[in-house]
């Protein structure tokens, strides 16, 4: 495997609590990416890292922050869970700013209830 | 709206035979595309991808297509195998803008 890993596997939370999943790589990449997947839509990009302490948005930012601290370490936060935040979330890393050469994490599925 | 569209949630093919995957695209400053392939409970894995210059590029089993004319791209599977099964994603980004766009996948299931 390339390293990557993603905690927890699973969580259930309740609506309005803050959630924080955790992305851990030991390839030392520079990019560093959380997607949500959902029925329907495939994958989206919710905020991205280009190197420690640089992150910006993607396409579905909105309810999400992110911090990246170490380069191994890519945090997502969901600042107040909502049902509509239930999902499957991926991480995926990048050596390179190019759009190949992702490798993904195994992923976790996030239920909000 | 949907930039990358994969219109057939699923498709289900007989081991051995072709399996052919379609995608289609609505914005002309695509100039890279990927297909991945995703088992349950895993991330999904990079397949093939080729670049807008290209037409066709192979590797093995898999070839991908593209028509730009049409914003069509396809991945055929030859021969089709059982740990084929799984889901297909197709993705696609611009220049200078290397975001990928996904679409929302097709389930292919290979029949013994």
């Known amino acids: 495997d390339a390293g990557i890993t993603q905690s927890p596997r699973h969580k259930v939370t309740e609506t309005g609590t803050p959630v924080t999943l955790r992305c851990h790589q030991t390839?030392?990449?520079?990019?560093m990416y959380w997607y949500r997947q959902d029925p329907g839509h495939g994958l989206r990009l919710i905020h991205y890292?280009?190197?420690?302490?640089?992150?910006d948005k993607g396409e579905v930012s909105d309810g999400y922050s992110v911090s990246r601290s170490k380069t191994e370490d890519f945090l997502l936060t969901l600042e107040s869970a909502t049902s509509s935040q239930t999902s499957v979330y991926f991480c995926?890393?990048?050596?390179?700013?190019?759009?190949?050469?992702?490798?993904f994490g195994s992923g976790t599925r996030l239920t909000v209830v | 709206d949907q930039q990358v569209k994969q219109n057939s949630p699923s498709l289900s093919v007989q081991e051995g035979r072709i399996s052919i995957l379609n995608c289609d695209y609505t914005?002309?400053?695509?100039?890279?595309f990927l297909w991945y392939k995703k088992y349950p409970a895993e991330g999904p894995t990079f397949l093939i991808s080729?670049?807008?210059i290209k037409d066709k590029n192979e590797d093995g089993r898999f070839t991908v297509f593209l028509n730009k004319s049409a914003k069509h791209l396809s991945l055929h599977i030859v021969p089709s195998q059982p740990g084929d099964s799984a889901v297909y994603f197709c993705?696609?980004?611009?220049?200078?803008?290397?975001?990928?766009?996904w679409g929302a996948g097709t389930k292919l299931i290979i029949k013994p």
């Open positions: 995926a890393i990048s050596l390179d700013r190019g759009p190949y050469g992702y490798t």
């Open positions: 390839e030392n990449h520079r990019y």
């Open positions: 890292s280009y190197g420690v302490k640089d992150t």
């Open positions: 080729i670049s807008s």
């Open positions: 993705a696609a980004s611009g220049e200078g803008n290397y975001q990928l766009i």
């Open positions: 914005n002309s400053m695509f100039d890279y």
